[in-house]
T-cell receptor
Framework: SAVISQKPSRDICQRGTSLTIQCQVD?????MFWYRQQPGQSLTLIAT?????????ESGFVIDKFPISRPNLTFSTLTVSNMSPEDSSIYLC????????????FGQGTRLTVV | KQEVTQIPAALSVPEGENLVLNCSFT??????LQWFRQDPGKGLTSLLL?????REQTSGRLNASLDKSSGRSTLYIAASQPGDSATYLC???????????FGAGTQVVVTP
């Protein structure tokens, strides 16, 4: 099973600033997924990140607000830009290390509070 | 589009009782269904993955079943313990690329 390290584990940020979240996987994976979990809610997919190509964003999420980098097969970053209190959520990265539609593994999440 | 529903939203049981958690999905052409556990403020821990070709999957005290015709999966936790207190989420892929659609979760409290 893949082991995913996510940094930071939590942060408190001022509105209008940006935060970059890092996701490191212990094996090479084709796709990495970024999810958001708003307080009291379930997970919603933000985007899918493939190495060497632009990330694919879900409806309601845009690249200017959530730019994603995927420089290699084991690493990705998600930036939350120009933050507002509504961005306070847990952000999680996920991979399926055996290929598509196999078991999904998640990082421990980044708990973001915007004040 | 695959829709996933979990009922009830919350459940409280005394220690030792068996837990039964329900998950419904709308598209029977499902690739797989996965159950996760989430502790407060934390990430997700994978519990069980049931492939489309399987009827059930077991791991220790956990057993998950999959009935594609009725659009249901059930997670059974035998002889519950206070350490089983957490939120349990089920998820199914929305397409062949592995994007997951999650249910809202069932928050479980096991009282000593």
């Amino acid at each position: 099973s893949a082991v995913i390290s996510q940094k930071p584990s939590r942060d408190i940020c001022q509105r209008g600033t940006s935060l970059t979240i890092q996701c490191q996987v212990d094996s090479q994976v084709t796709m990495m997924f970024w999810y958001r979990q708003q307080p009291g809610q379930s997970l919603t997919l933000i985007a899918t990140a493939n190495q060497g190509s632009e990330a694919t964003y879900e409806s309601g999420f845009v690249i200017d607000k959530f730019p994603i980098s995927r420089p290699n097969l084991t690493f990705s970053t998600l930036t939350v830009s120009n933050m507002s209190p509504e961005d306070s959520s847990i952000y999680l990265c996920s991979v399926e290390d055996q290929g598509m539609n196999t078991e999904a593994f998640f990082g421990q999440g980044t708990r973001l509070t915007v004040v | 589009k695959q829709e996933v529903t979990q009922i009830p939203a919350a459940l409280s049981v005394p220690e030792g009782e068996n837990l039964v958690l329900n998950c419904s999905f709308t598209d029977s052409a499902i690739y797989n269904l996965q159950w996760f556990r989430q502790d407060p403020g934390k990430g997700l821990t994978s519990l069980l993955l049931i492939q489309s070709s399987q009827r059930e999957q077991t791991s220790g005290r956990l057993n998950a079943s999959l009935d594609k015709s009725s659009g249901r999966s059930t997670l059974y936790i035998a002889a519950s313990q206070p350490g089983d207190s957490a939120t349990y989420l089920c998820a199914a892929p929305t397409d062949s690329w592995g994007k997951l659609q999650f249910g809202a979760g069932t928050q479980v409290v096991v009282t000593p």
